[in-house]
């Protein structure tokens, strides 16, 4: 017989957990509206933010089994946190449901070191007959995906440095490789921890690739880039993000092509202490962009004729 198939005292209470889920988009027009907030990055700070919006939908959005509103059993499937009026309780890995309640002379109030004013009785999903009494007072866990999200939005994701070769102002030219490439340090995983009681939810931010916008197309690298040294490479040195111009700058803005990067990062936490699951994701999310310009001229060729050939 398994071990919570006695009576068991907990100071944990099992609250009606109405969970959000919010979608992180990478501006404002590209949040989704969900329950009435929206989740969007802004472009200005790096930060993540939430606002209210009107989903226009009165019957509410649904969830997926895996988003925000997501519990898991100790064997490791994910399932509702909810079951009708039952709550899923990682304690017990179990749905509690308030029952009937016992007369105040009951013995099992004895038992169980409470009395009617200070707790209730609820029973277990897969066994009715046991009965589990939860004093009143005591806090549930909170949503780990909610404190994620918090824990996301405090940090401020990097912006890159653009470094470009030819490095300007110097000009680069059409059909020359034009490499491209950021600070080792800023290629660099970010984590921060968040704690609400005894839950602690640590969120890691880790750099997927980067979406180098050249001016007339992009480029997807999925490094930091290696960094142009002169006089210290050797021939035929390669790099794993460059970029070809087919067009001057000479008819753009200022005569240059405007140049900008922004990393994208895949964002995952763990939980620890009292949670409602270990692990979870909050996708990916673009972080702000870098800025620079670049000249871009073209080559001209002249053909000298010899003496003899001129004088003919």
């Not at 470094?163 to 030219?173: E, I, N």
């Not at 763990?270 to 080559?299: F, H, K, M, Q, Y």
Request: a negative charge.
């Amino acid at each position: 017989m398994r071990s919570r198939r006695r009576l068991t005292v907990t100071l944990t209470i099992l609250l009606s957990l109405n969970f959000a889920a919010t979608l992180i988009g990478t501006s404002p027009a590209d949040a989704a509206c969900v329950d009435g907030q929206e989740t969007y990055l802004d472009p200005v700070t790096g930060k993540i933010k939430t606002r209210v919006c009107d989903s226009g939908d009165p019957g509410g959005s649904t969830t997926s089994p895996t988003g925000p509103t997501a519990c898991v059993r100790s064997t490791g499937e994910v399932i509702p946190c909810s079951l009708g009026s039952g709550r899923w309780s990682p304690v017990h890995d179990c749905y509690l449901f308030v029952t009937e309640q016992p007369d105040a002379s009951d013995p099992r109030w004895a038992t169980a070191d409470g009395s009617p004013e200070a707790g209730r009785f609820h029973t277990c999903d897969d066994d009715p007959q046991l009965w589990i009494y939860i004093a009143n007072g005591a806090e549930a866990p909170p949503d780990p995906a909610v404190l994620a999200q918090d824990a996301l939005g405090a940090v401020q994701l990097t912006t890159p440095t653009l470094q470009l070769a030819p490095a300007p102002p110097a000009k680069s030219y059409v059909g020359l490789e034009t490499w491209m490439w950021m600070p080792e340090g800023q290629w660099a995983p970010l984590t921060n921890t968040v704690t609400a009681g005894s839950t602690s939810v640590t969120v890691t931010i880790e750099p997927r690739w980067v979406t180098w916008n050249m001016g007339p197309g992009s480029k997807v690298c999925y490094d930091a880039g290696r960094p142009w040294q002169i006089g210290q490479m050797p021939p035929g040195s390669a790099t794993s993000c460059s970029y070809t111009y087919a067009r001057v700058s000479d008819f753009q803005p200022g005569g240059v092509w405007s140049v900008s990067a922004a990393i994208t990062w895949r964002v995952s936490w763990t939980c620890a202490g009292n949670c409602l699951a270990t692990a979870g994701s909050l996708g990916e999310v673009d972080g702000p962009a870098g800025i620079a310009s670049l000249v871009v001229a073209e080559r001209q060729s002249v053909n000298v004729l010899p003496d003899e050939t001129r004088n003919r």
